[in-house]
């Protein structure tokens, strides 16, 4: 999943698809950390240790919470069950904030400390430059929420996922908008990010594909607080239906604003609204927004004992939860199907001996380290039994 509030705040570079700026800072951190690694080694450890990297604080911790949350209980259970090829391990979590540069900071630190395995990042802007310290020093990355086909395609022996692409996404919602709202009027709105721009870019190429062409295309800015100036230009346009590619934060606003300034428009958005603080921030506003997501893990067989051990701590396993727990089980069955614990070795067999048994079912990897069998379906967000709005899964 996936935005970079980073990116936005006006200090980064203005093309948020090119890291290249953060590659000499990367570099040097990492002579810095393996420096300290060797340092460090005197002291030998017997536990395995896997990283677990997102934003704990900040307006993203929710997503956060989800990932340190997922892998935690994972770990518990294979614990339980033995460790990893007879290994104790043990999770180490490093806070990004959603920040490309706190990104390679908490990355250098997992270098030193001797991390062998990373669960994360969220967001896409973060993976895509963390993920080449990791390659660099010798770590294997499975992100449950970075969607941008970027992480995936620059030939890194070490980058996998759980989740699916945006161009796989952005096609889902392309084509739904064209056979249900054929003669809407689009708008297409993105918050500037990797991930954000990636997808509403990748549902604009589908929308146009099928003989649709937007009213209007604009960007925003992560944190802002009033978009008053987008609103009146989507009501002067006529707009009736708003794809926005980004986070939750800014869609609930988005969505508040357009209730209290009388723009009637359905809204439709992917992954990362996938949190029930949607509703909080939107408020009454949410009633009727769509959201691609795949089907629902909790309601995967799989996911049953999981799932009840969450409910039972206070937490619920929604959207990125059970990607975390999977990606953690991935781990230790690649590892197992290695006969080592050597990430290279791992990463080898994730991509040659899978499927893997996980809560969210059966997961298999290609040369890229994509999932072979990435789905998306249609949610839409209304008020569920207990007279409080959620997301329930709709279909196409």
């Not at 239906?241 to 606003?253: D, I, K, R, S």
Request: aromatic residues 8%; negative net charge.
């Amino acid at each position: 999943m996936q935005s970079l509030v980073g990116i936005a705040s006006g200090n980064q570079e203005t093309d948020p698809l090119n890291f290249g700026s953060y590659r000499m800072k990367k570099s040097l951190l990492s002579a810095v950390a393996l420096i300290a690694m060797v340092a460090y080694s005197g002291a030998a450890r017997a536990d395995l240790l896997i990283g677990v990297a997102g934003p704990l604080t900040g307006p993203n911790a929710a997503f956060g919470a989800q990932l340190q949350k997922g892998a935690e209980q994972a770990v518990a259970d294979i614990n339980a069950a033995g460790g990893i090829n007879g290994e104790k391990v043990v999770i180490e979590l490093g806070d990004d904030v959603s920040d490309p540069k706190q990104g390679i900071s908490v990355a250098n630190k997992f270098v030193a400390d001797g991390v062998k395995f990373v669960v994360g990042h969220f967001n896409s802007g973060v993976s895509i430059p963390a993920s080449e310290v990791y390659a660099e020093n010798g770590i294997m990355q499975i992100t449950p929420a970075s969607t941008n086909p970027k992480f995936t395609e620059r030939g890194l022996w070490n980058t996998f996922r759980t989740c699916g692409r945006d161009d796989q996404q952005g096609a889902v919602a392309g084509a739904y908008i064209a056979k249900h709202f054929k003669d809407a009027k689009v708008a297409v709105v993105h918050d500037k990010t990797p991930y954000g721009q990636g997808l509403a870019d990748e549902t604009k190429k589908a929308l146009n594909a099928a003989g649709i062409t937007e009213v209007m295309y604009e960007g925003i800015q992560p944190g802002e607080k009033d978009y008053s100036a987008l609103i009146a230009k989507m009501k002067g346009a006529g707009v009736t239906m708003v794809y926005f590619g980004g986070l939750h934060t800014e869609a609930g606003l988005i969505l508040r604003q357009m209730a209290s300034q009388g723009l009637k428009a359905t809204m439709m958005s992917g992954d990362g609204i996938t949190s029930n603080e949607l509703a909080s921030i939107a408020g009454d506003a949410v009633e009727g927004t769509l959201m691609t997501f795949p089907p629902d893990p909790r309601n995967n067989p799989n996911a049953k004992e999981a799932v009840e051990k969450f409910r039972k701590a206070g937490f619920e396993p929604e959207a990125y939860t059970l990607y975390s727990y999977a990606a953690v089980q991935i781990f230790a069955e690649a590892a197992k199907a290695a006969g080592t614990n050597d990430p290279t070795a791992v990463a080898d067999a994730a991509k040659a001996k899978g499927p893997f048994k996980t809560v969210i079912g059966d997961i298999g990897f290609d040369a890229k380290g994509d999932i072979t069998r990435p789905d998306y379906t249609m949610y839409t967000w209304g008020k569920g039994d207990d007279g409080k709005y959620t997301y329930k899964e709709t279909g196409l």
